[in-house]
């Protein structure tokens, strides 16, 4: 028995995806940079993935859609693709993805300047704090739209509307990775610059991502070679994943509503029999938990007080379940949680952080394994 709930670090393709995507790898093995049938093939499979892309969150035709190898990618064109020679400044938040907050460091050490906006207890910015921030200089906002540790909402239409009231002209990004096939987003509203997703949190190939922009906008390639992409991202594509990334952003758009109320069903339950839990003497244990009622369904964060988030993780893991304990890339880390430090939670409990994140594939009955095995483990502590 093996159960996964680990899926803000990545997501397993639904069948259909797969069923599709392993019949466009047997199909489109071409070139789409040469110029033959094969080509002009892979060509029209990518050309209407970015559509798909596109269409899932209301892009206008003037935008673009650059594919990389994922968020990381994305996010990173952007940070170092700007020109940072008129306006140097840029406005983030303190709950980013690594993938933001060390390109940030980089930048900061060439001489850009960093503000970062404080979160409240429970893991929001203030758009005032935004607002006392934001100068002539500010070049770039970039702001997560779905934190991945704790599933905050961010609230983009206020950010755009603050950027509206201040009639400022900085540039708009959001990492919609943990977002993008799950929130309802919509760029003409938010009128985004830029937005990075990654396919293997959306159900979608691994090893993709796209990165949706305003063509009018000039970067500069992180990387150099033949001129794919119009040169901004020099390589071969990979047709079949492309398509296949299409495929999923068009199917999710679909399901997304029906299997947000599912998610939150799975949430539900596991919250419910969280505080049920007892000690090895029957007591009720105490259930810290970090991802309020206003969280993406998506993500439940906690701490049992008294216990270390990654001993439970470990003995779940040896009985074949997969949970985590903050962000999969810090995973390691000897340090307590940033995210939680970041939003107040003390030392001790921010040691104790468990994440359960929640796919499309996740059943109740899953999730009552889970609290069932989490019951053996605690008494075993
Ligand atoms: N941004 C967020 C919010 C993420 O959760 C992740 C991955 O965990 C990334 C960016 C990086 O994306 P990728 O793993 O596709 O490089």
Known sequence: MSIYLENAASTPLLPEVL?????????????????????????????????????????????????T?????????????????????????????PTTMNPLKQLSEQGVIVHTLSVDKTG????????????????????????????????????RKVLEDEK????????????????????QKCKFDFMSTSGHKFHAPNSCGALIYNSKIK?????????????????????AAISGYGFTAELNSKLKESKAEQTRKLNKACREGLVQLTDGRGKALQVIFHSDEEC????????IKGYQGAIIMRFLSSMGIHVGVGSACSADSKL???????????????????????????????????LEKLQEVIKSY
């Open 19 to 67: 069923e599709f995507y392993t019949q466009q790898m047997a199909k489109f093995y071409g070139n789409p940079h040469a110029d033959n049938d094969y080509s002009r093939d892979c060509r029209k499979v990518i050309t209407k993935a970015e559509q798909q892309v596109k269409a899932a969150v209301n892009a206008p035709k003037e935008t673009n859609v650059l594919w």
């Open 69 to 97: 190898s994922g968020g990381t990618e994305c996010i990173n064109t952007v940070l170092f693709g700007i020109d940072w020679q008129q306006g140097n400044e840029i406005i983030s938040t303190s709950l980013e993805h």
């Open 124 to 159: 929001r910015f203030s758009l005032d704090e935004l607002k006392s921030l934001l100068n002539d200089k500010t070049k770039l906002v970039s702001i997560m739209s779905l934190q991945n540790e704790i599933g905050v909402i961010n609230d983009l239409l206020g950010v």
């Open 168 to 187: 400022s002209s900085a540039y708009f990004h959001t990492d919609n990775v943990q977002g993008f096939g799950k929130l309802k987003l919509d760029w």
């Open 219 to 239: 970067l500069k390639p992180l990387m150099y070679g033949g001129g794919q992409q119009g040169g901004l991202r020099p390589g071969t594509q990979d047709p």
């Open 296 to 303: 993406s369904p998506y993500i439940l964060s906690f701490s």
């Open 336 to 370: 307590p949680n940033k995210t939680l430090t970041a939003m107040g939670v003390p030392k001790d409990t921010a040691f104790g952080a468990l994440r359960i994140s929640f796919g499309w594939q996740n059943t109740l009955d899953e999730i009552e394994n889970f």
